[in-house]
Protein backbone atom coordinates (compact mmCIF):
# COMPACT_ATOMS: atom_id res chain seq x y z
CA UNK A 1 0.00 0.00 0.00
CA UNK A 2 1.07 3.47 -0.62
CA UNK A 3 0.87 6.58 1.80
CA UNK A 4 -1.94 8.32 1.21
CA UNK A 5 -1.79 12.28 0.11
CA UNK A 6 -4.63 14.15 0.30
CA UNK A 7 -4.40 17.28 -2.29
CA UNK A 8 -6.81 20.38 -1.38
CA UNK A 9 -6.07 22.66 -4.34
CA UNK A 10 -8.31 25.94 -6.15
CA UNK A 11 -8.29 29.15 -7.34
CA UNK A 12 -7.48 31.97 -4.71
CA UNK A 13 -10.06 32.82 -2.32
CA UNK A 14 -11.47 29.51 -2.05
CA UNK A 15 -11.24 29.10 1.19
CA UNK A 16 -8.38 26.40 1.00
CA UNK A 17 -6.87 26.50 4.15
CA UNK A 18 -10.17 26.13 6.24
CA UNK A 19 -11.46 23.21 4.46
CA UNK A 20 -7.48 21.53 5.13
CA UNK A 21 -7.54 22.48 8.57
CA UNK A 22 -10.98 20.63 8.71
CA UNK A 23 -9.57 17.44 6.96
CA UNK A 24 -6.55 17.30 8.82
CA UNK A 25 -8.34 17.41 12.27
CA UNK A 26 -10.90 14.82 11.09
CA UNK A 27 -8.16 12.56 9.34
CA UNK A 28 -4.72 12.73 11.96
CA UNK A 29 -3.45 15.12 9.37
CA UNK A 30 -0.83 17.73 8.90
CA UNK A 31 -0.80 20.46 6.07
CA UNK A 32 1.93 21.55 3.67
CA UNK A 33 1.70 24.46 2.19
CA UNK A 34 1.57 25.36 -1.82
CA UNK A 35 1.70 28.91 -1.85
CA UNK A 36 4.70 30.39 -4.07
CA UNK A 37 4.68 33.43 -1.64
CA UNK A 38 3.65 32.11 1.82
CA UNK A 39 7.20 30.33 2.13
CA UNK A 40 8.75 33.98 2.58
CA UNK A 41 9.09 35.64 6.16
CA UNK A 42 6.88 38.51 6.79
CA UNK A 43 4.40 38.37 3.35
CA UNK A 44 1.43 36.90 5.36
CA UNK A 45 -1.51 39.46 4.74
CA UNK A 46 -0.15 40.76 1.45
CA UNK A 47 0.05 36.55 0.75
CA UNK A 48 -2.99 35.72 3.03
CA UNK A 49 -1.19 33.78 5.02
CA UNK A 50 -2.91 31.19 7.76
CA UNK A 51 -2.79 32.48 10.97
CA UNK A 52 -2.04 30.68 14.20
CA UNK A 53 -5.87 30.85 15.29
CA UNK A 54 -6.83 29.97 12.42
CA UNK A 55 -4.25 26.71 12.08
CA UNK A 56 -6.26 25.37 15.09
CA UNK A 57 -3.09 23.37 16.44
CA UNK A 58 -2.71 21.58 12.92
CA UNK A 59 1.36 21.60 12.12
CA UNK A 60 2.04 23.30 8.83
CA UNK A 61 5.20 23.18 6.81
CA UNK A 62 6.64 25.31 3.88
CA UNK A 63 5.29 28.31 5.49
CA UNK A 64 8.23 30.97 6.47
CA UNK A 65 11.25 29.10 4.86
CA UNK A 66 12.48 31.82 2.71
CA UNK A 67 14.19 35.19 2.68
CA UNK A 68 12.14 37.47 0.46
CA UNK A 69 15.48 39.16 -1.14
CA UNK A 70 16.08 35.93 -2.05
CA UNK A 71 15.15 33.44 -5.02
CA UNK A 72 13.28 30.05 -4.29
CA UNK A 73 12.45 28.08 -6.54
CA UNK A 74 10.06 25.17 -7.68
CA UNK A 75 13.37 22.61 -7.29
CA UNK A 76 13.62 23.64 -3.37
CA UNK A 77 10.00 23.59 -2.89
CA UNK A 78 10.13 20.16 -4.20
CA UNK A 79 12.69 19.15 -2.20
CA UNK A 80 11.85 20.88 1.53
CA UNK A 81 7.90 19.56 0.42
CA UNK A 82 9.20 15.55 0.01
CA UNK A 83 10.80 16.19 3.53
CA UNK A 84 8.24 17.35 5.28
CA UNK A 85 5.79 14.74 4.04
CA UNK A 86 8.24 12.01 4.64
CA UNK A 87 7.79 13.95 8.48
CA UNK A 88 4.56 13.50 8.58
CA UNK A 89 4.37 10.17 7.39
CA UNK A 90 6.68 8.89 10.20
CA UNK A 91 4.93 10.59 12.98
CA UNK A 92 1.94 8.03 11.71
CA UNK A 93 -0.10 10.80 10.02
CA UNK A 94 -1.94 11.91 6.73
CA UNK A 95 0.10 14.22 4.58
CA UNK A 96 -2.32 17.18 3.43
CA UNK A 97 -0.78 19.54 0.17
CA UNK A 98 -2.88 22.84 0.64
CA UNK A 99 -2.18 25.35 -1.92
CA UNK A 100 -3.16 27.22 -5.10
CA UNK A 101 0.54 27.11 -6.93
CA UNK A 102 -0.23 24.55 -9.77
CA UNK A 103 3.71 23.89 -10.60
CA UNK A 104 4.17 23.23 -7.26
CA UNK A 105 1.72 20.69 -7.11
CA UNK A 106 2.71 19.47 -9.94
CA UNK A 107 6.28 18.87 -8.63
CA UNK A 108 5.21 16.48 -6.32
CA UNK A 109 2.33 14.57 -7.43
CA UNK A 110 3.92 14.39 -10.94
CA UNK A 111 6.94 13.69 -9.35
CA UNK A 112 9.08 15.98 -11.78
CA UNK A 113 12.07 16.92 -11.88
CA UNK A 114 13.74 19.92 -13.08
CA UNK A 115 17.61 21.12 -13.31
CA UNK A 116 18.15 24.21 -11.13
CA UNK A 117 19.33 26.92 -13.36
CA UNK A 118 21.64 29.63 -12.03
CA UNK A 119 21.36 33.29 -12.82
CA UNK A 120 22.79 34.67 -15.76
CA UNK A 121 23.42 38.42 -15.01
CA UNK A 122 24.62 39.24 -18.51
CA UNK A 123 21.29 38.05 -19.72
CA UNK A 124 19.42 39.75 -17.41
CA UNK A 125 20.62 43.35 -17.45
CA UNK A 126 20.03 42.88 -21.42
CA UNK A 127 16.22 41.13 -20.86
CA UNK A 128 15.70 44.35 -18.33
CA UNK A 129 15.93 47.30 -21.03
CA UNK A 130 12.63 45.48 -22.51
CA UNK A 131 9.42 45.96 -21.90
CA UNK A 132 7.17 43.86 -20.59
CA UNK A 133 5.26 42.89 -23.90
CA UNK A 134 8.47 42.81 -25.81
CA UNK A 135 9.25 39.39 -23.04
CA UNK A 136 6.67 38.36 -23.70
CA UNK A 137 6.99 37.71 -27.30
CA UNK A 138 10.55 36.44 -26.83
CA UNK A 139 9.41 33.82 -24.24
CA UNK A 140 5.99 33.13 -26.59
CA UNK A 141 9.00 31.98 -29.03
CA UNK A 142 11.36 30.19 -26.42
CA UNK A 143 9.01 28.45 -24.40
CA UNK A 144 5.10 28.42 -26.24
CA UNK A 145 4.05 25.94 -23.10
CA UNK A 146 5.56 28.11 -20.30
CA UNK A 147 4.20 31.80 -21.95
CA UNK A 148 0.46 29.95 -21.84
CA UNK A 149 0.31 30.41 -17.41
CA UNK A 150 3.02 33.19 -17.21
CA UNK A 151 1.70 36.36 -15.81
CA UNK A 152 2.65 38.30 -18.72
CA UNK A 153 3.05 41.53 -16.90
CA UNK A 154 5.21 40.19 -14.45
CA UNK A 155 8.95 41.46 -15.84
CA UNK A 156 10.65 39.61 -13.26
CA UNK A 157 8.98 35.84 -13.82
CA UNK A 158 9.23 36.80 -17.63
CA UNK A 159 13.05 37.27 -17.41
CA UNK A 160 13.56 33.91 -15.43
CA UNK A 161 11.26 31.99 -17.94
CA UNK A 162 13.55 33.53 -20.59
CA UNK A 163 16.64 32.63 -18.49
CA UNK A 164 15.72 29.12 -18.08
CA UNK A 165 14.43 28.73 -21.66
CA UNK A 166 17.76 29.99 -22.96
CA UNK A 167 19.57 27.17 -20.66
CA UNK A 168 17.36 24.18 -20.99
CA UNK A 169 15.35 24.97 -24.00
CA UNK A 170 11.66 24.70 -24.20
CA UNK A 171 10.11 23.92 -20.78
CA UNK A 172 9.44 20.29 -20.70
CA UNK A 173 5.97 19.35 -20.69
CA UNK A 174 5.55 17.95 -17.18
CA UNK A 175 4.76 14.42 -17.84
CA UNK A 176 3.78 11.89 -14.80
CA UNK A 177 5.91 9.81 -13.86
CA UNK A 178 5.74 6.55 -10.87
CA UNK A 179 5.48 8.11 -7.39
CA UNK A 180 5.65 6.16 -4.14
CA UNK A 181 2.54 7.79 -2.99
CA UNK A 182 -1.64 7.64 -3.42
CA UNK A 183 -3.29 10.61 -3.94
CA UNK A 184 -6.48 12.18 -3.75
CA UNK A 185 -7.58 15.53 -5.19
CA UNK A 186 -10.21 17.90 -3.50
CA UNK A 187 -10.67 21.02 -5.76
CA UNK A 188 -12.28 23.83 -4.49
CA UNK A 189 -14.25 26.24 -6.43
CA UNK A 190 -17.77 28.25 -6.70
CA UNK A 191 -19.58 30.81 -9.15
CA UNK A 192 -18.09 33.77 -11.00
CA UNK A 193 -20.31 36.11 -9.00
CA UNK A 194 -19.60 34.75 -5.66
CA UNK A 195 -15.74 34.39 -5.67
CA UNK A 196 -15.69 37.81 -6.54
CA UNK A 197 -17.49 39.12 -4.20
CA UNK A 198 -15.20 36.99 -1.67
CA UNK A 199 -12.02 38.23 -3.48
CA UNK A 200 -13.17 41.94 -2.96
CA UNK A 201 -13.96 41.64 0.54
CA UNK A 202 -11.08 39.11 1.69
CA UNK A 203 -8.86 42.27 -0.14
CA UNK A 204 -10.53 44.85 1.71
CA UNK A 205 -10.21 42.89 5.02
CA UNK A 206 -6.43 42.71 4.54
CA UNK A 207 -5.77 46.11 3.45
CA UNK A 208 -7.83 47.13 7.00
CA UNK A 209 -5.23 44.82 8.66
CA UNK A 210 -2.73 46.58 7.63
CA UNK A 211 -1.70 45.20 4.07
CA UNK A 212 0.17 47.81 2.78
CA UNK A 213 2.02 48.84 6.48
CA UNK A 214 3.56 45.15 6.45
CA UNK A 215 4.59 45.66 2.68
CA UNK A 216 6.18 48.95 3.69
CA UNK A 217 7.75 47.29 5.98
CA UNK A 218 9.30 44.81 4.01
CA UNK A 219 10.90 47.72 1.89
CA UNK A 220 11.99 49.58 5.15
CA UNK A 221 13.93 46.23 6.25
CA UNK A 222 15.32 46.06 3.38
CA UNK A 223 13.40 44.40 0.33
CA UNK A 224 13.57 46.47 -3.09
CA UNK A 225 10.47 48.16 -4.92
CA UNK A 226 11.55 46.04 -7.53
CA UNK A 227 11.76 42.70 -5.76
CA UNK A 228 8.32 43.27 -4.01
CA UNK A 229 6.98 43.68 -7.92
CA UNK A 230 7.80 40.94 -8.93
CA UNK A 231 6.14 39.15 -6.10
CA UNK A 232 2.90 40.53 -8.60
CA UNK A 233 -0.21 40.75 -7.28
CA UNK A 234 -0.68 42.67 -4.17
CA UNK A 235 2.85 42.97 -4.04
CA UNK A 236 3.14 44.84 -7.24
CA UNK A 237 0.45 47.01 -6.67
CA UNK A 238 0.92 48.22 -3.33
CA UNK A 239 4.31 49.03 -4.40
CA UNK A 240 3.19 50.98 -6.77
CA UNK A 241 0.94 52.77 -4.57
CA UNK A 242 3.61 53.30 -2.06
CA UNK A 243 6.06 54.83 -4.61
CA UNK A 244 3.67 57.13 -5.31
CA UNK A 245 3.11 56.08 -9.03
CA UNK A 246 -1.05 54.89 -7.94
CA UNK A 247 -3.66 56.16 -5.94
CA UNK A 248 -4.77 53.83 -3.48
CA UNK A 249 -8.29 54.02 -5.47
CA UNK A 250 -6.24 52.58 -8.41
CA UNK A 251 -4.72 50.18 -6.31
CA UNK A 252 -7.61 48.56 -5.16
CA UNK A 253 -9.03 48.39 -8.41
CA UNK A 254 -6.20 46.99 -10.11
CA UNK A 255 -6.38 44.54 -7.43
CA UNK A 256 -9.57 43.34 -8.21
CA UNK A 257 -8.97 42.63 -11.76
CA UNK A 258 -5.67 41.65 -11.68
CA UNK A 259 -6.61 38.75 -8.94
CA UNK A 260 -9.73 37.83 -10.97
CA UNK A 261 -6.86 37.37 -14.10
CA UNK A 262 -4.88 35.27 -11.78
CA UNK A 263 -7.73 33.26 -10.63
CA UNK A 264 -8.59 32.27 -15.02
CA UNK A 265 -4.51 31.35 -14.67
CA UNK A 266 -5.58 28.84 -12.00
CA UNK A 267 -8.44 27.37 -13.27
CA UNK A 268 -7.14 27.09 -16.86
CA UNK A 269 -3.92 25.52 -15.08
CA UNK A 270 -5.71 22.88 -12.83
CA UNK A 271 -8.54 22.21 -16.06
CA UNK A 272 -5.52 19.73 -17.12
CA UNK A 273 -5.68 17.58 -13.97
CA UNK A 274 -8.89 15.34 -14.91
CA UNK A 275 -8.74 13.81 -11.83
CA UNK A 276 -9.82 16.54 -9.20
CA UNK A 277 -12.92 16.10 -7.12
CA UNK A 278 -14.59 19.43 -7.65
CA UNK A 279 -16.61 20.48 -4.85
CA UNK A 280 -18.26 24.04 -3.39
CA UNK A 281 -16.33 25.40 -0.31
CA UNK A 282 -19.63 25.24 1.62
CA UNK A 283 -19.76 21.21 0.90
CA UNK A 284 -17.88 19.86 3.89
CA UNK A 285 -19.67 17.13 4.95
CA UNK A 286 -19.29 15.77 0.65
CA UNK A 287 -15.54 16.26 0.94
CA UNK A 288 -15.36 14.38 4.06
CA UNK A 289 -17.35 11.49 2.61
CA UNK A 290 -15.00 11.59 -0.83
CA UNK A 291 -11.53 11.87 1.90
CA UNK A 292 -13.08 8.65 4.03
CA UNK A 293 -13.67 6.48 0.99
CA UNK A 294 -9.73 7.27 -0.01
CA UNK A 295 -8.07 6.89 3.23
CA UNK A 296 -10.19 3.53 3.91
Not at 38 to 46: A, E, I, N, S, T
Not at 98 to 111: A, E, L, P, R
Not at 228 to 254: D, H, N, P, W
Request: aromatic content about 8%; glycine content about 6%.
Amino acid sequence: MKPKIIVVLGPTATGKSDIAVAIAKKFNGEIVSADSRQVFCGMDLGSGKITRKEMAGIPHYLLDVANPKTIFSVVKYKELAEKAIEKIIMKGKTPIICGGTGFYIDSIVKNISLPEVKLNKKLRNRLEKYSAEKLFEILKKLSPNRAKNIDKNNKVRLIRAIEIAKTIGEVPQIVEKPNKYDFIFIGLDTDNDVLKERIEKRLLKRIKLGMIEEIAKLHKLGVSWKRLESFGLEYRQTALYLQGEITKEEMVEKLKSEIWHFVKRQRTWFKRNKKINWFEPKQLSRIVKAVNNFIK
